[in-house]
């Protein structure tokens, strides 16, 4: 088939370019109309169903407003896949608006089906091509090397607030803890928190690649703090991408995900901050339990949870729903 692609191209670890090598791994065809590009965005989109005449259009969020996915569906079928576990206020229409309606967070399928019966759960997954397993340098030990790593946004929205009183109870049990992603927000109430044990043991940038799988190989414990673990099965795409970069994963237990991921023998989850103290203290001194535990994750990332396989399920769910929309 070919699919028109209206995602953010403005960086390499946007996940437009995972979505790409997955349909392309998977034998499709690719047009890709970047949505970070406002001016003139819906005279590109249609410049590009008139020029390749494709088979889908996917999109994630609100690139461009609802009533032209409606204009557009005349045309070509239009699938949204929106990656956030969050609920905006605009996104109902969006949902009324598509073909085929995807969410990350499969507790909310329900609610989403009330706007469009045609709505289903799609979990991210993990790009190896984009992650390259690189040599670690003596240099990269002394950077990346941690007992407990995060990361991830330590921002001022709401869903990212407990981040930052997990984090202080690691550092509090005096644990060795770095954390890494975009800087904490400059303003008059995160003054403290810049300028404290948290601020301190801030990276100092954002990573992907090369230097995401480093981290991972590096840190004795991968912390995941998911935004909404009360949401079933509403994990996100970082635990594939650490996982399948080789890391030892702890993170919060998350309704349904052993049917994401085996507890404790692929990755390990708490339930409690006290609970978290203790499977760190129990696995930081065991690396070998911990490389066991690890390599068994890896192996079912790359078995399972990879974007050229979740591009597969993606079209059998579409075709079996619209039916053979190569027509």
């Not at 608006?97 to 045609?118: H, M, Q, W, Y």
């Not at 407990?148 to 550092?171: A, E, H, M, P, W």
């Not at 800087?183 to 940038?205: F, V």
Request: proline share 5%.
């Amino acid at each position: 088939m070919r699919i028109l692609l209206l995602v953010t191209l403005q960086h390499p670890w946007n996940d437009g370019w995972y979505y790409k090598a997955g349909f392309e791994q998977n034998g499709h065809t690719t047009v890709m109309v970047d949505a970070a590009r406002k001016t003139g965005l819906f005279e590109r989109v249609n410049e590009a169903i008139r020029d390749s005449r494709p088979h889908l259009l996917l999109h994630t969020k609100d690139e461009l407003p609802a009533a032209a996915f409606h204009e557009l569906r005349k045309r070509v079928r239009v699938v949204q896949w929106y990656p956030d576990p969050v609920i905006p206020d605009w996104l109902p229409q969006y949902v009324r608006s598509c073909d085929i309606f995807f969410t990350v967070a499969e507790g909310l399928v329900e609610e989403f089906t009330r706007l469009n019966p045609k709505s289903f759960w799609l979990t991210q997954a993990f790009e190896p091509s984009s992650f390259p397993a690189g040599p670690v340098t003596r240099e990269d030990r002394a950077m990346f090397s941690s007992e407990v790593t995060f990361v991830g946004n330590l921002g001022s929205k709401v869903q990212y607030l407990s981040r930052r009183d997990c984090l202080k109870r690691i550092l509090d049990e005096g644990f060795y803890l770095k954390w890494w992603g975009p800087k904490i927000p400059w303003k008059i109430s995160n003054i403290p928190l810049l300028y404290g044990r948290l601020g301190r043991a801030y990276g100092g940038k954002f990573v992907w690649g090369e230097e995401h799988a480093k981290i991972a190989r590096l840190s004795g414990i991968y912390l995941g703090l998911d935004s909404m673990p009360c949401v079933r099965k509403s994990v996100s795409e970082r635990i594939y991408i650490a996982v399948g970069c080789g890391a030892f994963y702890l993170c919060q237990h998350v309704e349904g995900i052993e049917e994401v991921m085996k507890p404790d023998r692929e990755i390990v989850t708490f339930r409690s901050y006290d609970e978290m103290v203790d499977k760190i203290s129990y696995y930081l001194p065991r690396k070998e339990q911990r490389k066991a535990i690890s390599e068994e994750g890896r192996a079912r990332v790359l078995k399972d949870h990879t974007y050229s396989v979740r591009i597969r399920q993606m079209i059998s769910i579409i075709t079996s729903v619209l039916g053979d929309v190569e027509k």
